[in-house]
């Protein structure tokens, strides 16, 4: 089984500011990684497929970036909507399909 | 526009059973893998069980296996989740979730999920 691991577990950010997020696969796993956004109370949101694309509808300050094992997620400038928290999860190799166990966003 | 309602959770025994269903619509839903994943409280999200697009390939979580059953109605566009033997780490929120192709891929949509209690 692949674990992912991310950090940091808790991110403290002012809005405007730029939040980077990690995400370490125990081994390679391409680019097969997806970011997911999610609020309490809502359906998880996927922001981010193939490591690096975007998803419909997703704003552009949100990226992806690595392959391998390393892997971030970068917001580049927080609003007020973006404070939740953020899975990521591989498909390379499975089952069983694995998250990490999630990065919280909250305000500064 | 793609929607996956959950239903069919609520407060069960340890040792008890439930089945979870997940209505889709919006899409061709015999065309897609399927997922279901939790949430205990307090956790992150954890894989449960996947099922082909046609049924006829099943996958779980070592933690699941031999206690759920995955399956999936095509001609009424539901997914269901069959839980027995339930424990106490077995309470969550369930998601249904949509593959993003007919394969397994990544998830590309997600429903509201609906709360299992396990409790005596």
């Known amino acids: 089984e692949i674990v992912m691991t991310q950090s940091p577990a808790t991110l403290s950010v002012s809005p405007g500011e730029r939040a980077t997020l990690s995400c370490r696969a125990s081994?390679?796993?391409?680019?097969?990684l997806a970011w997911y956004q999610h609020k309490p109370g809502q359906a998880p949101r996927l922001l981010i497929y193939g490591a690096s694309t975007r998803a419909t509808g997703i704003p552009a300050r949100f990226s992806g970036s690595g392959s391998g094992t390393e892997f971030t997620l970068t917001i580049s400038s927080l609003q007020s909507e973006d404070f939740a928290v953020y899975y990521c999860?591989?498909?390379?190799?499975?089952?069983?399909?694995?998250f990490g166990q999630g990065t919280k966003v909250e305000i500064k | 526009e793609v929607q996956l309602v959950e239903s069919g959770g609520g407060l069960v025994q340890p040792g008890g059973s439930l089945r979870l269903s997940c209505a889709a619509s919006g899409f061709t839903f015999s065309s897609y893998a399927m997922h279901w994943v939790r949430q205990a409280p307090g956790k992150g999200l954890e894989y449960v069980s996947s099922?082909?697009?046609?049924?006829?390939?099943?996958y779980y979580a070592d933690s699941v296996k031999g206690r759920f059953t995955i399956s999936r109605d095509n001609s009424k566009h539901t997914l269901f989740l069959q839980m027995a033997s339930l424990r106490v780490e077995d309470m969550a929120v369930y998601y249904c979730?949509?593959?993003?192709?007919?394969?397994?891929?990544?998830?590309?949509?997600w429903g509201q999920g609906t709360l299992v209690t396990v409790s005596s």
């Open positions: 081994q390679s796993i391409s680019s097969d």
């Open positions: 979730a949509r593959d993003r192709s007919y394969g397994y891929e990544w998830i590309d949509y």
């Open positions: 999860q591989q498909y390379n190799n499975w089952p069983p399909w694995t």
């Open positions: 099922i082909s697009f046609d049924g006829t390939s099943t």
